[in-house]
């Protein structure tokens, strides 16, 4: 998952945590694939991530209660350098993603719904509190040869002191299998009215069920970053 399909949010001029929702597809992608765990199926997720100026960590857990449907819970906590003095930022997130249509050639599609709660806590002002909603379209073709592409378009809702803002969300992401253990991926995702970030990143199972992440990243004049290591079981 990666923490993380990004969800970025803004408290005046602090930056929030866009690790905060469940979002992402299998590490360290944050374009969401169209595919669940298996009934009964579970994953746990640790990582590190990077944006910019703020750096943190971030773990998440998974469940399949029923076939086609997960649920996942996920914590996050950071720390925004570029304030002096710094701002520490915490997040817990749910996520609810269902796909009905599932296939191992083709196309897959389904529905995800995202909600989070982030805190910024301000040293010389009150603590500032955002509430986010998103709901997600997904898609992905499986191709014969293992490759496959997925689609995201959604529209994500923040709440801060009151006031809400929405916006629509967009995302495209490629993922190349080189072995049966190795993977690379390449994504470009963008919220409305801003230009699109672009992130290249590698996967490589170490056992099975294991897998270890990381890809960096480029957008809106900055960097990012994340590793991670998940696994299923």
């Known amino acids: 998952m990666n923490f993380t399909r990004t969800l970025a949010l803004a408290l005046g001029a602090v930056a929030y945590l866009a690790a905060a ?10 374009v ?11 994953k746990l997720e640790f990582g590190w991530s990077r944006d910019d100026e703020t750096r943190g960590f971030d773990a998440a857990v998974g469940y399949g209660p029923i076939e086609n449907l997960e649920v996942e819970l996920a914590l996050a906590q950071a720390r925004d350098h570029e304030p002096d003095p710094s701002v520490r930022l915490r997040a817990v997130g749910a996520a609810l993603k269902w796909v009905p249509l599932q296939v191992e050639s083709g196309l897959s599609a ?17 603590d500032e509190t955002a509430r986010a909603s998103a709901v997600t379209g997904l898609a992905t073709w499986n191709f014969a040869s293992g ?16 006031d809400t803002d929405d916006a629509n969300t967009w995302g495209v992401g490629f993922e190349h299998p080189l072995t049966g253990t190795f993977t690379v ?17 590698v996967r490589y199972e170490v056992v099975e069920g294991v897998k270890l992440s990381g890809a960096v990243g480029r957008g809106n004049d900055r960097s990012f970053a994340n590793v991670g290591v998940a696994w299923e079981f």
């Open 147 to 162: 490759q496959r592409v997925h689609l995201n378009l959604g529209r994500e809702w923040v709440r801060v002191d009151g």
């Open 21 to 30: 929702l469940p979002a992402q597809a299998e590490r360290p992608m944050v």
């Open 32 to 42: 969401d694939d169209a595919g669940t765990l298996d009934k009964g199926g579970a």
């Open 185 to 201: 991926a390449a994504e470009v995702f963008g919220v409305e009215d801003t230009a699109p970030d672009r992130q290249i990143g």
């Open 110 to 126: 389904g529905l995800k719904l995202e909600y989070a709660r982030e805190r910024a806590d301000l040293r010389d002002a009150p």
